[in-house]
């Protein structure tokens, strides 16, 4: 039986790549989109890509959650708290792609959000939903959570040397580059991003108790990190490159031993051989990640590359993960894009 | 039952991206994948986005057709011929994504490509495959010529207009820009190729006689035109700008009219509304063409302009396009890929 | 003695490249710059390339007007007329960026551009002053209007042979190409525009009449001609692509004497040689501009490709060079820029 | 008296930007350029942005050497040695841009090139040139070495505080971005670079062991760090994120002292305020290099970002100003170049 999914703030980036992987699921049709500026407009005025293929036009929130079993939301952080009560009141599954949920301390959301937990109830029972770490946790539950783009690719790219205590986690730096569309739709105009490349939000992003939450569930302890985004001329993808130090005897072989056993069975993780190095080109406008180790023995380093397609994986291709999972169809289902060579 | 498909030249871009699109085709399976210089090794050795995806080695050109019920060639010009011949004298269907079979008169293919036909009778079996406008000619066929990126989109951007008679077509003009896999894999590094723009091959470029070949079709009488390419900063992507002069009373009704008549039942081409003009980023990674209708009533000229993707409507897909409309399946099977809006 | 230069309008893109070149000018200063709305603050607010070169407040239109001896105005169309009045009869020398006096004729003004001619004796001491074409008339002259970007290539491209008689003017198409500062600051985002490429304004760019103006002073009789612009996702550069029959008689050999005679003593045209192709990337960052003639004898046809940098040739080097002409200095003084190799 | 300058191996793209950059010295003129393969022909037809400009054809390296005060080697690693041992026994300056002179040590020179000292009178007469920490040292030298691009960025970013022990300097990570001309004309075609982003020679980049021999001046002790260099899809710019941690006491304010007092002086150093971050596109077509600083309380991390363009402050551009150092000149002659806003 057909799944109906809605889609609320379906005009950012975020809600148009959202439909075009819903459109070919297989499994899930969209019943509604919602927006709060455009309801009565296409979203294929927005998105000229989608004419004559998607023509639905938008309408308002209430109206999505009414004729959708499975909601997923796009919206601005501190919008979905209200949204979710909403849905999970009517029995729906919510799956949030914002950042209202994903802090399970709310210290730290006022810290870095400033806004406070609404519904302590609520909180309690979403899920932090990023399947190769947490997958069990993940089923069953009707408030979902889907990681940033960043944490994602951090988070795999650390947890299992973390997990099994093969570094030092006391000062871990995570040195992360992001496309554009990380930044949705009010990033700068074309000639002032092209051919030019900056760090911003120096130790200051967001992203940041988020990586470290799900790290210190790895290590069993207080994790604090660095992590520095930087803004690439590129439409899609999140590289990261992460430093840690290595323990006494973590050897190569125990690193990629570790990582082995760990995404054994992960479809969607490219573990990479010795040699070969994580690129954004190689899982674009696809929902896998590559990762790649490397050791530098002069410092006593491990460094580990993840990329991601940021829209994808970063975003609504896991978010249609956590829906396959929470709905009980194979993890794959309308997710195996193979990335293009160019 | 599945079909059971072979590629000659995999290794080169058009191969890389053809790979990609029959592994999600659904009804066919890649048998065999060919090279003149890389036999023993994995296509994901050279594209590896395929890795993990896609490992089969490459064998040798015999050794794909023995094994396949439909080859595809992606040969340099010159190559496919014998080719073709082995593969119909073993009862296969041939589809080439290369020039050999394109051009119907042996002297226009002796001037513009310096060969000659090695085999009259093979050639006459040959039918040019852009299904759109010769549909019914390509079911029962087993020679398939598919037309190259920028005859696809220009031809698709006049045929409407000449076949009802509403232009003249003595002084065509057709302004076309490639994004560089247009030139497959010896295309110039990128400094010299970003930020840059230029023509190329002025009035001189192979694909011109391919064109005029199409729209004499259409207008029933001998057409000489005028065919500029240019290289673009883009990795994907033809479009076309087409002139030609309006006949007396061929209104903008007539002619939109003529154009959504047409194409009134095609899944693949998206005609465009007044004001709006086709754009490659709409139709990218997609078999899509856009086409968009603009009178210039001060010069008393037709303007139309079209957009591909050059590797997909305007190569491969097109050739799974032709695949499907040959074997007798639903034409649209494996490729209702939706363009991402970035 | 150095001249003092102020600019109106200075917080666009036009007003920061015209900045970094007066700033190594060596013949001028700028003694001011004006806003309406960054009154008090600093370009390199705005523009942190300037960061510590050019930390210049910005001041009111009348300040500007008043410490300076030459006013380049990079206004938005309309607003030029009122300072050019000011500036004239304050005895100062008015360089026009913007579009208010280029066209000589009031009904076509008004038909392109909505507003009218406020001041007819201001207009009839107005200059269009395309050097290569114009010089002897700039000097002298107190009111200076610079060319569009699209004209400036276009004119360049077509004024030798219709100068000489070589190529019938009735059907002539320019299919024109340019990278995104063509639009100022108030482009799409870079997601959007990458990777794409479209025809934007199909035959109803403001820059026809202008084109059509300059082109019928060779000709001597009406011209009425075909202009489609395409926006390209690079940063800087024109490039035009210009169709027009070859009357009889008019071979190579004339064409390219015609060429040749015409623009002999022009440091700033780069004539190219039979089988090169003007291309943006050699003429970027410099205030050159690439002609590549090209005849297709198959139709009768005269191809001028012709690429300059939109912001400089196109824009304030052009200005600059009119600014030289009227003060009497070397026209290359602070213009020599040699393009760079990537 | 004009300066007689040299180059060997001007056909690569470091031969090409010094061509450019030293046509507009105005205290330099080219005496002649060398090259191996390219005998007798004209560097323009390599490049042709330079057609016109300057169309002097290539002659053998003795012939250069010959003709030239000071000769500029762009060299393959290991060829340097020789022509140094010639011009310097000519009694002629020799400025190195390749890396045969930058390790002292020649085992490091071994491990890390593969390759020997063939003199070492030769090298212990050779300078270290990276005139912002070593303008010294510079003066009256004849044998000038250059630094390398990522060098380059990551000494400038981290000596002021290295110098002032401010940071440990046992876990030091330099997370390194280059644009695609580092590599030089050899890298991929514009379709495998374009909207890709990965590291590369992870730990294992020839720059590592010149970076921690600048670094050990500084700290007068052994510095084993760790340089991860990435490659972008952009033309020029070098982009370093430094990390270091802060030693106790190391308030932000006695950062940032010491770099405002490092640097007062530096023409070619742009200290970013708090809050900026370097971007490469403010420093462009220049000899700037911005550095912005940065703390992370949390983690007690210092973080400096650095940004310049690899092309000429990180290669030809410090090249000429240290032409300009040996040569008694103003060290801005010919090198005050503003970088554009696009």
């Known amino acids: 039986m057909t799944i109906k999914v809605g889609i609320l703030g379906a005009t950012g980036y975020t809600g148009a790549e959202l439909v075009r992987l819903l459109l070919r699921h297989g499994e899930a049709e969209i019943a509604a989109v919602g927006s709060n500026n455009f309801v009565g407009r296409r979203l294929s005025e927005i998105y000229p890509n989608l004419k004559g293929i998607f023509d639905m036009e ?8 009414d004729c959708s079993d499975v909601i997923f939301a796009c919206l601005p952080h501190g919008l979905s708290q209200e949204a979710a009560s909403k849905c999970i009141a009517a029995g729906k599954v919510f799956i949030d792609l914002g950042a209202d949920f994903r802090l399970e301390d709310e210290a730290q959301y006022k810290e870095w959000y400033g806004g406070s937990f609404e519904d302590h109830v609520l909180h309690s029972e979403a899920v932090y939903a990023l399947p190769e770490l947490f997958r069990e946790q993940i089923v069953g539950k009707k408030l979902i959570s889907c990681p940033g783009c960043y944490p ?17 986690t006391d000062a871990i730096v995570i040195d992360a580059k992001s496309g554009v569309t990380g930044a949705g739709r009010d990033h700068k105009p074309f000639a002032e991003c092209n051919e030019g490349m900056s760090a911003y939000k120096v130790a200051q992003h967001r992203h940041t108790p988020e990586i470290e939450q799900t790290l210190m ?9 660095t992590f520095v985004p930087h803004l690439l001329p590129i439409n899609r993808g999140v590289s990261c490159t992460c430093y840690a130090r290595l323990k006494l005897g973590a050897t190569e072989e125990r ?11 992960e479809y969607f993780i490219r573990l990479l051989l010795n040699g070969e190095t994580a690129n954004v080109k190689n899982v674009r406008m696809s929902n896998m990640c590559e990762i790649s180790l490397h050791i530098d023995r002069r410092t006593g380093m491990l460094i580990v590359t993840s990329a991601i397609d940021n ?25 195996d894009y193979i990335p293009p060579a160019f």
């Open 217 to 225: 569930k790895a290590a069993n302890k207080r994790i604090r990190l």
């Open 58 to 65: 938008c309408v308002s929130q209430d109206a999505v959650i």
């Open 255 to 265: 690193i990629r031993e570790a990582y082995e056993d760990f995404y054994k069975d």
């Open 311 to 335: 829209m994808i994986k970063g975003s609504v291709g896991q978010a249609v993960q956590n829906m396959n999972i929470v709905m009980g169809l194979d993890e794959k289902t309308g997710l």
């Open 152 to 168: 994602t690719a951090s988070e795999l790219a650390l947890f299992p040397a973390i997990k099994r205590g093969l570094v030092e």
